[in-house]
């Protein structure tokens, strides 16, 4: 049986953390399919019982998994705390240590909530799919030297490194690469090689990794460019490899085309297992404990799990389409705008009724 | 009499530098006020006579100039050029070398064009009035060590520097703080405190100076949410201040807003005279010598640096009103999607008319 270091965290971290375990129920029911969850404190949780954000025995259980289930940390509570005591500083170094170099983003708007979108009607007609790979393990997020200096003046200096080797890249590229290949062989690469050595180096290996993929259409845009071709006319993209910095801005504009951090899944891979899973959202601290937050994004991370840990594509399928029938119904969480406004836990329940 | 340098450069700078001068030439019949514009190269074309895209005399006289108008610069011709021998690095080092730390991009959308903006149109029915303020001379841009290392075993590393000063942000933030108490007496400061200590001395710094502003409403935002808010509803914004990278980032987000980029002007200023004044299109080399880029953004730029550099407001106002008005009408190029499609010069007319 697969063993799942499960974090549910903080915020509404703790109301979807009941999703996770029905459907995990239910799994086990329907296809005989079981796997365990492990619950360990993460972020603000664990910074208020072990005055670390990601205590010792949280990252040893979650490196002798077979996948990590990570829901959100983070509220004003912890917001004041020095660096090292914030949840994020938890998460940073959970992805560091487990080094899933590989965040992948899918960006997907159903052709049920494109009256969602920011974007006029025309522009997502027939909703959006572009998935987003984004670096997560080197950049200016890990660079050494760092920190904030004074100056004999009083004055003072902050200092950040943005370091990239060729090595990582490559392998990161790849994953790119093999994404396009099983998709429509488009890859669009961003980066700022008009003014960084950074952005030199990714777009020259990115550029040699080509030639392997003779079939993939590669495209270079510059970071800016990305920004606003993103808002201009988002369904030119399918694939997007980019580095960390860049990754997180963009998937979070991307993530605003749909209309609901909701709805949004992620994976971060590696070289090796565990992989991470988490819901982009955050912990949303306002509407916590209300019963008011969208399982969807849970529940598509969770078809992620089952499709890139647990090779069970056929499961994970299976769910991606229950939540499509139940948007059908024209029901939703708050969030969604639907004809019927219904909670967590409700709308849970109308997703697995159509499993 | 006030000496401009005049950098029309390269693509569509050739086409819109005729209008720069139709403009002066009005203004002084009109209100007895003018200015001498000294041409200069620049750019791709400065790199094909001289080897330089800023050649020693350029900068000579720009330094010597009341102000700097530049249109625009690069190039597919250059594209493949080394780092130095592009068209961007004469930019790069005319900003720095003028020291202009702060880039002005006024973000607005005339209500007669509501229906060119890719957002919906009731988050846009009123328009846009956003000012995104950027640091121009700090971070990653031109921070050292900068290069790519070769390593023993073959594999390379690139290293850029993300730098910042407390000097700087201070000078930079202040004029962001005054800017909102002539307006909405609300500021946005964008960083990524979270993760960088660039983005910590940032707040820091930035906190300490609103102490100075007790009327000015300061909220600080992450980058990656600043793109998602930027989105979801623009109108919350009237003035962002942010670094470099973030405001190249976010002013190309917040354009694609607008919907063309053809719209929007920018100036940068500094300590001391000049400042340097550009539209934000860049080159569009596709439609170059076409009769068909949108004067606007140059007529918007010949307007700020009246306002910032010669200190007259009344003529600034009286041509975005000739701009207003010609919209009005229902005329435009092609990029403005109006009734009516006219050339550059054609429209140019039609608003030295509405003058
Ligand atoms: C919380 C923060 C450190 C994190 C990041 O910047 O990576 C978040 O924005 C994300 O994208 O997961
Ligand atoms: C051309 C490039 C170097 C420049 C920048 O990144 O500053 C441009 O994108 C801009 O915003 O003016």
């Given at each position: 049986?697969?063993?799942?270091?499960?974090?549910?965290?903080?915020?509404?971290?703790?109301?979807?953390?009941?999703?996770?375990?029905?459907?995990?129920?239910?799994?086990?029911?329907?296809?005989?399919?079981?796997?365990?969850?492990?619950?360990?404190?993460?972020?603000?949780?664990?910074?208020?019982?072990?005055?670390?954000?990601?205590?010792?025995?949280?990252?040893?259980?979650?490196?002798?998994?077979?996948?990590?289930?990570?829901?959100?940390?983070?509220?004003?509570?912890?917001?004041?705390?020095?660096?090292?005591?914030?949840?994020?500083?938890?998460?940073?170094?959970?992805?560091?240590?487990?080094?899933?170099?590989?965040?992948?983003?899918?960006?997907?708007?159903?052709?049920?909530?494109?009256?969602?979108?920011?974007l006029?009607?025309?522009t997502?007609?027939?909703?959006?799919?572009?998935?987003?790979?984004?670096?997560?393990?080197?950049?200016?997020?890990?660079?050494?030297?760092?920190?904030?200096?004074?100056?004999?003046?009083?004055?003072?200096?902050?200092?950040?490194?943005?370091?990239?080797?060729?090595?990582?890249?490559?392998?990161?590229?790849?994953?790119?690469?093999?994404?396009?290949?099983?998709?429509?062989?488009?890859?669009?690469?961003?980066?700022?090689?008009?003014?960084?050595?950074?952005?030199?180096?990714?777009?020259?290996?990115?550029?040699?990794?080509?030639?392997?993929?003779?079939?993939?259409?590669?495209?270079?845009?510059?970071?800016?460019?990305?920004?606003?071709q993103m808002i201009y006319n988002p369904n030119q993209f399918?694939?997007?490899?980019?580095?960390?910095?860049?990754?997180?801005?963009?998937?979070?504009?991307?993530?605003?085309?749909?209309?609901?951090?909701?709805?949004?899944?992620?994976?971060?891979?590696?070289?090796?297992?565990?992989?991470?899973?988490?819901?982009?959202?955050?912990?949303?601290?306002?509407?916590?404990?209300?019963?008011?937050?969208?399982?969807?994004?849970?529940?598509?991370?969770?078809?992620?799990?089952?499709?890139?840990?647990?090779?069970?594509?056929?499961?994970?399928?299976?769910?991606?389409?229950?939540?499509?029938?139940?948007?059908?119904?024209?029901?939703?969480?708050?969030?969604?705008?639907?004809?019927?406004?219904?909670?967590?836990?409700?709308?849970?329940?109308?997703?697995?009724?159509?499993?």
């Amino acid at each position: 049986m697969y063993k799942v270091a499960f974090l549910p965290g903080d915020g509404i971290g703790q109301d979807l953390k009941e999703v996770v375990k029905l459907f995990r129920d239910k799994i086990e029911e329907k296809y005989g399919f079981s796997f365990e969850l492990n619950e360990l404190p993460i972020g603000g949780k664990a910074i208020d019982s072990f005055g670390d954000p990601l205590p010792p025995d949280t990252l040893k259980e979650c490196k002798k998994s077979d996948a990590v289930f990570l829901i959100a940390v983070g509220g004003p509570k912890w917001d004041n705390n020095p660096p090292n005591l914030r949840p994020e500083a938890g998460l940073l170094k959970l992805r560091k240590s487990l080094n899933v170099f590989c965040n992948i983003r899918p960006i997907k708007l159903s052709k049920h909530l494109t009256h969602l979108s920011c974007l006029k009607c025309e522009t997502v007609d027939k909703g959006l799919d572009i998935i987003i790979l984004r670096e997560l393990t080197e950049g200016l997020y890990f660079g050494e030297p760092r920190g904030i200096y004074t100056q004999p003046d009083g004055s003072k200096v902050a200092i950040n490194t943005m370091s990239y080797s060729s090595t990582t890249i490559e392998k990161f590229a790849k994953i790119g690469f093999d994404l396009a290949m099983s998709r429509k062989k488009s890859l669009t690469s961003v980066d700022k090689a008009n003014v960084l050595e950074n952005s030199r180096l990714w777009r020259e290996v990115v550029e040699n990794l080509s030639k392997s993929y003779p079939e993939v259409k590669l495209d270079h845009l510059y970071v800016d460019n990305a920004a606003l071709q993103m808002i201009y006319n988002p369904n030119q993209f399918d694939v997007i490899i980019t580095e960390n910095l860049f990754g997180d801005i963009l998937s979070d504009e991307a993530a605003a085309l749909v209309g609901s951090l909701g709805l949004l899944p992620s994976a971060s891979i590696g070289d090796n297992k565990p992989f991470l899973y988490e819901p982009v959202h955050g912990s949303a601290p306002s509407i916590a404990g209300k019963n008011m937050a969208n399982p969807i994004a849970t529940i598509f991370s969770i078809a992620l799990m089952l499709r890139l840990s647990f090779e069970r594509n056929d499961i994970a399928f299976d769910l991606e389409n229950a939540v499509e029938k139940t948007l059908e119904m024209g029901i939703g969480t708050a969030d969604l705008k639907m004809k019927n406004t219904i909670g967590t836990r409700e709308f849970a329940n109308e997703v697995l009724k159509n499993l």
